[in-house]
């Protein structure tokens, strides 16, 4: 992309340099280049959603729970796509790929899916399509615990460190504040959800308040019952650990 870039930047010098028509051929090269980088660019794209797609590796070892390491280069990916957005758009303008237009449209709503004049809107709407398909291939994954409070601690994981690359890179200026408010609100719904999946055994296992005292007897029971929750559930969720420290503080 960088070469199609600058190719494309000098092509008004190439053409007034190259003005006489003994020298066509030499534009007719350049503009024969451009093409095979704007295929080759186009192929790219289609290739690294097919990618996303057919990842099926759905099992995820317990040393590797909760850790968004497995899907870094990706969102790297996708990340450095947001540097070539005039590029992007000028490419998938001309060339569209095809897409789930009624997908898009219900789960990201923002300007550029409306208007065509704002600036390297066909590279914003195809980044932010990526990511939908990349959040639901982490929705599948999700789905491979067996326990699901550990799928929530990876959806939490994951999509914290999605909104971390958008926040921190020029992917935001593209999909914009509405999709980082949307996306941030779902990860705290995510851990909330895994707060409740994770501890509501523990909770339930305590008495309920009362005036009156427990007896002996009832309180070595009660003590008992908590005690076997609160271990299991520790056992359970000492694998894993939420990986931003304010929403552990939270969880």
Known sequence: ?????AISDLWPDIE???SFDSLASVKTLVLSTLKKLKDSIHKCLKEFETMIHKDSSKELSPERRGSQADFG???SFISSLSEYSRVLSEILTEHPLKRNSRLLESYFTAPILEDEHVNNQACSVHIAWLILVFLCKLDTKAESYNDVSLSYIFLVNNMQF??????SSQLKNLIGDDWLTKHEAKLKS???????????NVF????????AKLLPEEATTCFKRFHAAFRGAYLKQSSCVIVDAKLRGRA
């Not at 296992?205 to 005036?211: C, G, R, V």
């Open 204 to 211: 339930v296992s305590l008495p309920a308040k009362t005036s």
């Open 1 to 5: 992309m960088d070469l199609y870039a």
């Open 73 to 75: 280069t990706t969102m």
């Open 16 to 18: 007034m340099i190259f």
């Open 162 to 167: 999605v909104v971390d690359t958008v926040r």
């Open 190 to 200: 995510y851990a909330e959800k895994y707060e409740k999946a994770a501890w509501t």
